[in-house]
């Protein structure tokens, strides 16, 4: 089995050539680029779109039970008991 200090010694000078050489640059600029293309896009965040979902999922249900009582009601003849 491998001595995590050897792994992380090994994970910390691949980071610093890493930080050296020009693809630290290429992916500050792939990342501003990305950053700018999600800026256009019309996008929500996982949070916004789980809340809408939740907010969809109780306006179904109460549809659901609106339309019940109509069909009720209009089972009745429309008079009320």
């Known amino acids: ?16 050539i890493i930080a050296a050489s020009p693809v630290a640059d290429i992916e500050k600029n792939a990342r501003a680029l990305l950053s700018s293309l999600f800026t256009r896009l ?10 809408q979902a939740q907010v969809l999922l109780r306006t179904r249900e109460k549809l659901k039970a609106l339309e019940a009582r109509v069909a009720l009601l209009e089972s009745r003849g429309g008079k009320k008991d």
């Open 1 to 16: 089995m491998l001595d995590p200090k050897v792994l992380e010694e090994f994970s910390a000078r691949l980071g610093a």
């Open 42 to 51: 019309d996008l929500v965040s996982r949070e916004e779109f789980d809340i």
